[in-house]
């Protein structure tokens, strides 16, 4: 056996393959699908050249407008809501005295993480329908954004509440002790310290609003697709390469959010 | 940590910030009323259906019954009214558990490596690793599902990569098959499972896996004896972040399985569309919730008996 020494402690073998392997398998077949959004004949799987026709046709389609349109009401509006009250709800769980029903609070706030997406669905479908026929309540697309709030609540609220907890307190004591009021203090001192975690959480709530499909699809009315209801709706058609360009639009999209996020926390970690 | 306590609680000796204090419990309202009348009443409201009668076109009819319970494993003969054993749907449950824990198990062998893997790069390479699984963690699900049916289809990359080179004449099928659900599922949740394990396994203390070289043990029995029992509650996270999604996945068999094999999501969802049985999808939902409640249970127990035990 060599030399404890001379061999690096941490290594394990096997383990470099299986780590490339599984990003290969990650990425291979969204890179392809990515791939032949370029493809100018009309078979999502046959290559015959490159163009940039596809992005044209989808990006002119009527559909699409609306479709993207519907999308970013829903996803603006739910991201504004939930960031919103998750911060305060973050605020008011972390900079208290432990209070009774805290871990309970706690719970509600992350039970949409808990309950599996088609339960959400189901569930929120029929409570929609029984207000329509008990009370002739109709949100109109109000409902998505009511629906979508619920799940993105508790992922906007889990990076902001990272921050709150990281965060030095001796600043707003030293804040008190220098005669701030409590809003002033919140205001000129733990708000912008904040503000990294309130963008990390609402651009994380923003994506899931913006990729939902499940909760969407059941919930839905005449009228209210939204890009993943709008790719659902293209598959059932005979498939062109159209699809995979908005596809593609939606990958980067999220991978837009995901690296802003992922820059924001890791810019706070070092 | 200890510093914090401290601080914590000098910050509420005094009189204001104490007010402060209470008045900030307010602050967590608004979130927990929207959360409880559209995440909470709704779970509550399908409790309540799952005991009413199906109207006859989707909707209920506000008579107590306990038929869709019954229909879950019985179906009622309609010319002696007797019931009959019809396993349909617990065989679907089954599969569904079956599809589950297949794919926790894969995602397990594959993520634990690839973790651990993560966790020993220098910071710089680690960071990068991080986003890089990070991206498909967030990615349409819907989307990256497509990507799998595209390549996967009779016409699709392999079957066109395999006639080209000439080892097959004819297409194999394996788009709607149990096959082309494992691999789905397998390929939606495998970022689920490195996640958490490389957050665990990033805290290791390097110098215990020092010691056990030094106390002569072997590679194979520093991981399973040292590495494996530290990163436990990242195991027991990770099996779980991937395992309740793939039982009550719905996005995936619905694309890949083409309605031929179903899951328990297209189970439920089916009662609420061309099924017009609300009630039934409704107790059929609140089974599977059941089945999730065990396997959180099962979660905190381990967690909190792994405290206690220090």
């Known amino acids: ?270 | 940590m200890v510093a914090t306590t401290l601080s914590k609680a000098a910050l509420f000796e005094t009189g204001a910030a104490k007010a402060t204090a209470r008045r900030n419990r307010l602050l967590s309202v608004p979130a927990l009323v929207i959360i409880g009348i559209f995440g909470v009443l709704p779970l509550i409201i399908i409790c309540v259906y799952s005991f009413l009668v199906a109207a006859p076109y989707g909707g209920v009819q506000w008579q107590f019954s306990t038929d869709a319970y019954l229909n879950f494993l019985f179906q009622r003969d309609i010319f002696d009214d007797t019931l009959q054993f019809t396993p349909d749907f617990l065989i679907i449950y089954l599969r569904s558990f079956l599809f589950a824990v297949v794919t926790t198990v894969i995602c397990l062998l594959l993520g634990f490596p690839t973790a651990y893997f993560m966790a020993t790069r220098a910071p710089a390479q680690r960071n990068w690793w991080v986003l890089l699984i990070t991206i498909p963690f967030w990615s349409n699900l819907l989307v990256r599902t497509l990507a799998i049916m595209f390549i996967i289809r009779d016409e699709g990359l392999i079957n066109n990569a395999l006639m080209a080179l000439g080892v097959i004449d004819k297409p194999i099928t394996m788009l709607y098959t149990n096959f082309a659900i494992q691999l789905g599922l397998l390929y939606a949740f495998l970022p689920f499972m490195v996640l958490p394990l490389y957050s665990s396994l990033e805290k290791l203390d390097f110098r215990l896996i020092e010691a056990a070289y030094d106390l002569y043990a072997t590679r194979r029995q520093v991981l399973w004896r040292v590495i494996i029992p530290l990163s436990r509650p990242g195991i027991i996270a990770g099996c779980l972040l991937v395992f309740i999604p793939a039982l009550g996945a719905y996005v995936t068999p619905l694309i890949l399985g083409g309605g031929i094999h179903l899951m328990i999501g297209d189970l439920i969802a089916q009662q609420f569309g061309s099924g017009r049985n609300w009630p039934l999808g409704c107790a059929q939902a609140l089974i599977l919730m059941a089945a999730v409640l065990v396997a959180l249970f099962f979660y905190v127990r381990n967690t909190s008996g792994r405290i206690q035990h220090g």
């Not at chain 1, 009315?221 to 390469?241: D, S, V």
């Open chain 1, 1 to 270: 056996m060599a030399d404890p020494r001379n061999i690096d402690i941490k290594d394990q073998p096997g383990f470099r393959s299986i780590a490339i392997i599984c990003l290969c398998v990650l990425y291979v077949p969204v890179l392809i699908l990515m791939i032949f959004s370029l493809n100018s004949g009309s078979l999502v799987t046959q290559w015959e050249g490159l163009t940039l026709g596809w992005y044209g046709s989808a990006l002119l389609n009527e559909e699409f407008h609306s479709a993207a349109k519907n999308t970013m009401i829903i996803s603006v509006t739910a991201t504004i809501i939930s960031t919103t009250t998750a911060t305060l709800a973050a605020i008011g769980m972390t900079r208290v005295k432990p209070w009774r029903g805290l871990s309970t609070a706690f719970m509600i706030i992350n039970l949409p993480l808990m309950v599996p997406e088609i339960i959400t669905a189901v569930a929120t479908l029929s409570f929609f329908a029984l207000i329509a026929g008990m009370f002739g309540l109709n949100f109109g697309i109000g409902n998505l954004i009511l629906a979508h709030t619920v799940f993105c609540i508790p992922f906007a609220y889990m990076p902001i509440r990272a921050r709150l907890e990281d965060m030095d307190l001796t600043l707003e004591y030293a804040a008190a002790d220098l005669y701030a009021t409590p809003w002033n203090a919140f205001k000129r001192v733990t708000l912008p310290l904040l503000v990294p975690g309130i963008m990390s959480g609402a651009a994380l709530a923003f994506i899931v609003s913006f990729d939902d499909f499940t909760i969407t699809q059941l919930v839905a009315g005449p009228g209210q697709t939204t890009l993943p209801l709008y790719i659902w709706n293209q598959i059932r058609r005979p498939m062109t390469p159209e699809i995979n360009a908005i596809s593609t639009i939606l990958l980067l999209v999220s991978i837009l959010f995901v690296s802003v996020s992922f820059l924001i926390a890791r810019r706070r970690a070092n």
